[in-house]
């Protein structure tokens, strides 16, 4: 069995529980995180392009000058690409696959485009989708926004989940793929689970909501919003937008610092007095 994932914490996390054998088969895990939730969707996922605009998103430029980061950052393209490559070795071969997603928009977006590949192949197709919640047996209930937020043992929990997708099926969600290309927003979110193309200031509405007039540093007010809004949108897209602001006059820098996050930022509507 091929596991696909589409995050990298996640991909660790289904290694290692591969490496400790308690999801049977051989250790085949294959990463394609190509955060098709952003960006140009009608040129090939293994484009530079898409590289580029991963690198991008990796780097925000929040270490300064660091270039062995910058060199380290430019790899996840290229290896996503070989990953798709090496996917579809495996496919021609006829090995099964089975898909582990979410409805983080990275993810969701990631099983449409593959499942839009995979319509093209006879290979049986098995999906785990993370359900919104489970109620463990202290009566607790604990909650995800992506796989990558899981611990191995709710991955082996979520097994009994595991359905085999028909073609018709793969052709179904091939289709919302089709329907999001032709589309091309240069963002996409789920809407009452559904994945649509929305503008780019979609979740800008999140940083507004947090962000207050005293100055505080970049990264407190990202973490922040992803804790207050768990829905599986990396820090790197909050860092982007505020970024933009600062652009367009609508966040100004209190302090600044090489390390991007770690500059003191505030609205620029008005000052700020103690």
Same mark, same amino acid.
């Given at each position: 069995?091929?596991e696909v994932l589409f995050g990298e914490s996640e991909a660790g996390t289904m290694r290692e529980i591969k490496r400790r054998g308690q999801s049977g088969g051989r250790a085949e895990v294959i990463c394609l995180g190509f955060m098709?939730?952003?960006?140009?969707? $009608?040129?090939?996922?293994?484009?530079?392009?898409?590289?580029?605009?991963?690198?991008?998103?990796?780097?925000?430029?929040?270490?300064?000058?660091?270039?062995? !980061?910058?060199? *380290?950052?430019?790899?996840?393209?290229?290896?996503?690409?070989?990953? !798709?490559?090496? !996917?579809?070795?495996?496919?021609?071969?006829?090995?099964?696959?089975?898909?582990?997603?979410?409805?983080?928009?990275?993810?969701?977006?990631?099983?449409?485009?593959?499942?839009?590949?995979?319509?093209?192949?006879?290979? *049986?197709?098995?999906?785990?989708?993370?359900?919104?919640?489970?109620? $463990?047996?202290?009566?607790?209930?604990?909650?995800?926004?992506?796989?990558?937020?899981?611990a191995p043992e709710v991955f082996i929990r979520c097994l009994s989940y595991e359905k085999r997708l028909s073609k018709l099926e793969l052709k179904m969600y091939a289709w919302n793929w089709a329907e999001l290309q032709e589309d091309?927003?240069?963002?996409?979110?789920?809407?009452?689970?559904?994945?649509?193309?929305?503008?780019?200031?979609?979740?800008?509405?999140?940083?507004?909501? $947090?962000?207050?007039?005293?100055?505080?540093?970049?990264?407190?007010?990202?973490?922040?919003?992803?804790?207050?809004?768990?829905?599986?949108?990396?820090?790197?897209?909050?860092?982007? $937008?505020?970024?933009?602001?600062?652009?367009?006059?609508?966040?100004?820098?209190?302090?600044?610092?090489?390390?991007?996050?770690?500059?003191?930022?505030?609205?620029?509507?008005?000052?700020?007095?103690?």
């Amino acid at each position: 069995m091929i596991e696909v994932l589409f995050g990298e914490s996640e991909a660790g996390t289904m290694r290692e529980i591969k490496r400790r054998g308690q999801s049977g088969g051989r250790a085949e895990v294959i990463c394609l995180g190509f955060m098709l939730d952003i960006g140009d969707i $009608r040129v090939s996922a293994a484009s530079q392009y898409r590289k580029d605009l991963i690198y991008s998103m990796y780097m925000q430029d929040q270490w300064g000058s660091d270039e062995k !980061l910058s060199r *380290e950052c430019q790899k996840p393209g290229d290896i996503y690409s070989n990953e !798709l490559k090496r !996917l579809c070795e495996f496919l021609e071969k006829g090995e099964p696959v089975r898909i582990w997603y979410s409805n983080a928009p990275y993810s969701v977006c990631g099983f449409c485009h593959l499942c839009s590949i995979l319509q093209n192949y006879e290979n *049986e197709i098995f999906a785990v989708k993370l359900p919104e919640y489970e109620v $463990r047996q202290d009566h607790t209930i604990v909650s995800s926004s992506h796989w990558g937020e899981a611990a191995p043992e709710v991955f082996i929990r979520c097994l009994s989940y595991e359905k085999r997708l028909s073609k018709l099926e793969l052709k179904m969600y091939a289709w919302n793929w089709a329907e999001l290309q032709e589309d091309n927003s240069p963002l996409r979110a789920v809407i009452n689970g559904k994945v649509l193309g929305v503008p780019e200031d979609f979740y800008d509405f999140l940083i507004w909501k $947090r962000i207050t007039e005293k100055p505080e540093k970049e990264a407190r007010l990202i973490g922040d919003i992803m804790g207050n809004n768990p829905i599986g949108i990396g820090d790197w897209w909050y860092a982007r $937008r505020i970024d933009w602001m600062i652009g367009q006059g609508k966040i100004k820098i209190v302090e600044d610092s090489e390390k991007k996050y770690e500059r003191m930022i505030c609205p620029a509507r008005e000052e700020y007095t103690d």
